[in-house]
């Protein structure tokens, strides 16, 4: 993993104001598979068996020939599976992550999370296949609830990207270039870590994750 500063996505990210040099992009090429990338730790919303990351081989993968993935298949219905960066802290952000919905019977897809405090407190933006929806969550001291709905459908085992853009109360939410989501909400005003989020038994595969925020 390292820390890209340069101005790989600065034209599409000009628009909502963002500063060129405050970006970080996930760079898997140098980790190794089965493990955890540097500096990220994998950690649970709940109890129970789950929550296994690591980085596997993928040759569609985009920006590279690998995925950081959530593995398990034992999660229980109520377990969140986190993966999360120690490091940079983002307030504002403007978030893109390819994922590709591998498997699971409870639980499907996932997605990113930002302005995290803790395992317990963060928000999150994820595509469900097996509910044909997207949606953005809080979840506040382990609690999770709705802050906006999106109905799409899309099948699973491709490879599709999220893109939030998080400023001030304001959270817009975009699925292949296209925006479905656009609210408002102040549970969490402070920066906060990022990471990536899946539910139960998703096996989710990440990859290309970029940020670019203050």
């Known amino acids: 993993m390292k820390f890209t500063f340069s101005v790989i996505i600065c034209g599409a990210l000009a628009a909502v104001g963002f500063a060129a040099s405050d970006q970080y992009r996930l760079d898997l090429s140098n980790s190794r598979v089965g493990e955890l990338p540097k500096g990220w730790t994998a950690e649970k919303t709940g109890e129970g068996p789950g929550s296994v990351w690591k980085v596997v081989e ?14 398990s298949a034992e999660g ?28 699971g019977v409870v639980d499907q897809g996932g997605g990113p999370i930002w302005r995290c405090r803790d395992a317990n407190n963060y928000y999150i933006a994820r595509m ?6 997207l949606r953005i969550y809080k979840v ?33 939410c975009f699925l292949d270039g296209k925006q479905y989501l656009d609210v408002q909400d102040t549970s969490f005003s402070d920066s906060g870590k990022i ?16 940020v670019v925020g203050e």
């Open 76 to 103: 229980p219905r109520r377990l969140f599976n986190l993966c999360i960066a120690e490091k940079p802290r983002f307030k504002d952000l403007d978030l893109t992550v390819a994922f590709k919905s591998v498997a």
């Open 195 to 210: 990471g990536l989020w899946t539910k139960a038994d998703a096996r989710t595969y990440f990859a290309d994750l970029r």
């Open 58 to 71: 993928d040759k569609s993968a985009p920006g590279g020939g690998k995925a950081l993935a959530q593995t």
């Open 140 to 172: 506040v001291d382990g609690k999770r609830s709705k802050v906006a709905s999106a109905d799409v459908t899309l099948p699973e085992g491709k490879w599709y990207t999220l893109r939030i853009v998080a400023r001030g109360d304001r959270i817009q």
């Open 128 to 133: 469900n296949p097996l509910e044909d929806n």
